[in-house]
Each structure stands twice: as C-alpha cells, then as structure tokens.
Nanobody, 123 residues
Framework: VQLVESGGDLVQPGGSLRLSCAAS????????MTWVRQAPGKGPEWVAT????????YGTSSLKGRFTISKDNAKNTLYLQMNALEPSDTAVYYC?????????????????WGQGTQVTVSS
C-alpha cells in the first residue's frame, strides 16, 4: 500500500497550490480520504475528508472557501486545491485513508497514510 503526496512548494502569500495524493495497493473506492497538516512546532490538524464513492466532503470551517478537497477515482488520486494561501498554512500536508469516517488528526487512527509534502507560504 502506498500513498504518495506531491505538489508541495514554496509559494507567496495569496498564491495557490494543488496537492495530489496517488494511492496504490488498495481499493480506492469506499474509503474516506483525508488531508491532515502539521505546522512547524505544532500538533497535527485535520483539514478535510472526502468519501471516494459518494463524494461527500467534510471540512473544517476555518478553511472552507479557501481549500477544496476532491478525488479522481479513475486515477486513484486525491487532491487538495488551496487558494489564497497564508503564511499560517505553512505545514507538511499528509493524505490518509480510512474505511470509516474519523475526522481527526492522529494519522495512526487511519488505515494508511503517506510521507507528506511540504508547503511553505512566504514572501
């Protein structure tokens, strides 16, 4: 099983990034796919979740309107579109998969998780 995140980069405040998470080794359908982030010196923070079959999304209200989670089942890939980025969005972003809805930030509670991709927002 592999979850491989990509798309992290250094971006200026106000910019946009799209993160990707390529999944392999398990059946992508009927999973809750999640983005979790961890800023330097802080604990992990749950960002958003999407159910791969229904497309239902769950997101933290503080990020709604700027961050959008989506998926492409044909490509077994999860995405996170991030707009109007702020320095406080600087973090390592992880994707994670679970067969049930969890909605938390502890990666160990998920069935699988990736190694993360670094997003740095700075001028």
């Amino acid at each position: 099983v592999q979850l491989v995140e990509s798309g992290g980069d250094l971006v200026q405040p106000g910019g946009s990034l799209r993160l990707s998470c390529a999944a392999s080794g398990f059946t992508f359908s009927n999973y809750y796919m999640t983005w979790v982030r961890q800023a330097p010196g802080k604990g992990p923070e749950w960002v958003a979740t999407i159910h791969t079959d229904t497309g239902r999304t769950y997101g933290t209200s503080s990020l709604k309107g700027r961050f959008t989670i989506s998926k492409d089942n044909a490509k077994n890939t999860l995405y996170l579109q991030m707009n109007a980025l702020e320095p406080s969005d600087t973090a390592v972003y992880y994707c994670a998969a679970a067969g049930h809805y969890y909605g938390g930030s502890d990666l160990k509670e998920y069935d699988y998780w990736g190694q993360g991709t670094q997003v740095t927002v700075s001028s």
